[in-house]
């Protein structure tokens, strides 16, 4: 048995979840998000308490019980704490602005560097170089800082780029002065 599928997941106070079929519903103070679970895992919402089982042990199904709880429960807390990500700037002349869903990025190429957010994204910049990706939706506020964080790698000499606040950085020495 998955250790990880067979744990129950508590509903809060103020969180409303809904099975319709296989489609998951959670609607909270923050918003509703739904996934589809198919049909391999069963779920079951009780108590205010949602247990996950499976019907047999074949190795998809075991990798699958312990993925939709975790999905599930990322809703969950979605939907009442809410997801962010902080990432950094770091350069010479390097800043950042958000401006309603548009963020605004000047980080050394020619022109500024503009970020539309996706449908419950919001971006903050609490200051010129700290960028704040918050939403309900974990994968999204993940792949939505992840896009930020390409837009310019950090680069191994001096750590010019941009990159998560919890990021370590390791330096690469410079060339050495020849005889």
Do not use: W
């Not at 994968?139 to 780029?161: F, S």
Request: proline share 4%; glycine share 12%; hydrophobic share 30%.
């Amino acid at each position: 048995m998955s250790r990880i599928g067979k744990e129950p997941i508590t509903i809060p106070a103020g969180v409303e979840a809904k099975l319709e079929g296989t489609l998951v519903t959670v609607k909270g103070p923050k918003g509703t998000l739904s996934r589809d679970i198919g049909n391999s895992i069963k779920c079951e919402i009780k108590d205010n308490k949602i247990n996950f089982t499976r019907d047999n042990d074949q190795k998809e199904i075991r990798s699958k019980h312990g993925l939709y709880r975790s999905l599930i429960n990322n809703m969950v807390k979605g939907v009442t704490e809410g997801y962010s990500k902080s990432l950094l700037i770091s350069g010479v002349g390097y800043k950042c602005n958000a401006n309603g869903n548009k963020l605004t990025l000047n980080i050394g190429y020619s022109h500024p560097v503009e970020m539309i957010a996706p449908e419950g994204i919001t971006f903050e910049c609490p200051t010129v170089t700290e960028i704040l990706v918050k939403g309900i939706d974990k994968e999204l506020v993940g792949q939505t800082a992840a896009n930020v964080k390409a837009t310019r790698e950090v680069e191994p000499y001096h750590g010019y780029g941009v990159r998560y606040k919890t990021d370590v950085v390791i330096l690469k020495e410079g060339k050495k002065a020849g005889k």
